[in-house]
């Protein structure tokens, strides 16, 4: 393999935890970050059946505040925020004018004009440099950069309450998902969210960068009995492409649309005017030629991020995520295809490096927890 | 898990396990580590020629694909057709599960393979 010479990459603050534990580390967006501890499927089983404790500390926090902070967020975020309670949270896009992916995040209302917007890490310079600029007709708002000030953990699976509960005294079955709830977890000033990327229960928590190592001890230590494990970026991907979860760079970038990516949900349809409107409004009432759908291999192989999708002979379409799912145990995925060739049940190929290798459109998400 | 001593070895993590003129091939332990679960091996054809070092198929686990590099030069004599459905027995026992058997052409080339002591200290 080629050495390239680049900018040294940035380290959370568990990188030293993540070496000294043996993890195997990898460049990702710009950071130092642990793919795998003891195994991707390993990893990936626990979060399933018991629970998983991830370092998300990558993952870039801009905070928008001041009188206008509401009208702010509503002109660059594409879900409508003024349906946001103070404490709750959600899912959302940053968008282009022809409404495409800048990124997508997670909109956090800490207070009615104060807003926490977390973004992916790859993206932070970008996302910060577009929201500063498109904020300013918005009024009285200002955009910071907080990602230095926040580290981020998850801890994820159907043990995380419990594994939680014991190191704080927020009383975590009060807070519903996609809600958040301020307090102390292992003694350290924490925001506790009830969300994450796995398809399963589970808190993030955002905790001071200089408390991280201490607040994830606990949770390693909390976690003993029901056997809770460290995990890597590796299973936080297969885990969150069996949840049907979009992953920007792969399954939306700038050349994708929210209506194509299927996320019409993320789109505040009845507000004003918003990034990226027009365009949606448009591509929605003439109709998208493209959209995306979730697959499975109905042959042996793996369809991964770029290969090409087949109708017959013609290439109609691309692979944006692929894996063989640790716990489905079958070659999973996502791709844009032709509108008409979208329905649950139509089959195409993808070119698996050469080979022709039959795929069924099937509804997503893949997996879904039992309630 | 033991390094056959009787078995020579690449810098890419395969193996040879040498029987008169010919040889199985297969991968390391530590290569099947590396590559975590196993769920597809694209073999060549029987009669297929192979240089040293040359791609004679592919690996896919979960992670990742990687080529697969023929040990010595060589005409591809038999193909392990029970890993199209059993490609796990590669994580199970990597160095009993062969992918092919070669007739090497030019014998003289395994005196630059590595023994199991060289390889061992490869990958520590």
């Known amino acids: ?294 697959f499975e291999m109905l042959e042996r192989g793996i369809a991964r991020h770029g290969y090409d999708a087949y109708v017959g002979d013609v290439k109609a379409g691309v692979v944006t995520s692929g894996t063989q799912t640790p716990f489905l145990k079958k070659a999973i995925g996502m791709a844009y295809l032709p509108i008409e060739h979208t329905a649950a049940g139509s089959e195409f190929d993808v070119d698996v490096r050469g080979r022709r290798t039959r795929a069924r459109v099937v509804p997503m998400p893949f997996y879904k927890r039992a309630k | 898990m033991a390094y056959p001593g009787s078995f020579k070895y690449t810098k890419d993590h395969e193996w040879i396990d040498l029987d008169g003129d010919g040889g199985r091939v297969g991968i390391t332990d530590y290569a099947q580590q590396q590559l975590g679960d196993v769920v597809y091996v694209d073999l060549p054809e029987v009669g297929a020629k192979l240089k040293q070092g040359q791609s004679f198929g592919t690996i896919e686990s979960v992670k990742a694909v990687s080529e697969l590099y023929s040990p010595v030069s060589g005409e591809v004599a038999e193909v392990n057709t029970a890993l199209k459905d059993k490609p796990e027995t590669i994580n199970k026992e990597p160095h009993a599960t062969w992918m092919v058997v070669l007739k090497l052409t030019n014998p003289g080339e395994v005196d630059a393979l590595l023994d199991a002591t060289q390889y061992q200290a490869l990958i520590k």
């Not at chain 1, 104060?114 to 009285?140: M, R, S, T």
């Not at chain 1, 190592?213 to 970026?233: M, N, T």
């Open chain 1, 1 to 294: 393999m080629e050495q390239v010479t680049e900018a040294p990459l940035k380290k959370t603050p568990l990188n030293a935890r993540h070496r000294a534990s043996g993890a195997k580390m990898v460049p990702f967006g710009g950071w130092d970050m642990p793919v795998e501890y003891s195994g991707l499927s390993i990893e990936h089983a626990a979060v399933r059946t018991r629970a998983g404790l991830f370092d998300v500390s990558h993952m870039g926090e801009i905070e928008i505040a001041g009188k206008d902070a509401l009208a702010a967020v509503q002109r660059i975020s594409s879900n409508d925020a003024s349906k946001l309670a103070v404490g709750q949270a959600q899912y959302s896009g940053l968008l282009t004018p022809a409404g495409t992916f800048i990124d997508d995040l997670l909109v956090y209302r800490l207070a009615a004009s104060h807003f926490l917007l977390v973004v992916n890490a790859g993206n932070i310079p970008k996302d910060y440099a577009w929201i500063a600029e498109q904020i300013k007709p918005a009024g009285d708002a200002v955009a910071v950069d907080a990602s230095s000030r926040y580290a981020l953990l998850a801890i994820q699976g159907p043990e995380a309450q419990n594994i939680l509960q014991p190191l704080t005294g927020v009383e975590l079955g009060t807070i519903k998902y996609y809600w958040f709830a301020h307090g102390e977890v292992a003694n350290v000033r924490a925001t506790i969210s009830r969300t994450g990327y796995t398809g399963e229960d589970g808190f993030e928590i955002f905790v001071p960068p200089q408390s991280a190592d201490r607040v994830w001890l606990a949770l390693l230590e909390s976690g003993q009995a029901v056997d809770v494990i460290p995990c890597g970026l590796g299973a936080r991907d297969t885990l969150r492409l069996e949840a049907g979860m979009r992953l920007h760079g792969n399954d939306i970038d700038e050349t994708t649309t929210a209506v194509e990516a299927d996320l019409n949900w993320i789109v505040g349809w009845k507000k004003d005017d918003f990034v990226g409107a027009a365009a949606l409004r448009e591509q929605k009432a003439s109709g998208a030629k493209r959209k995306i759908v979730g």
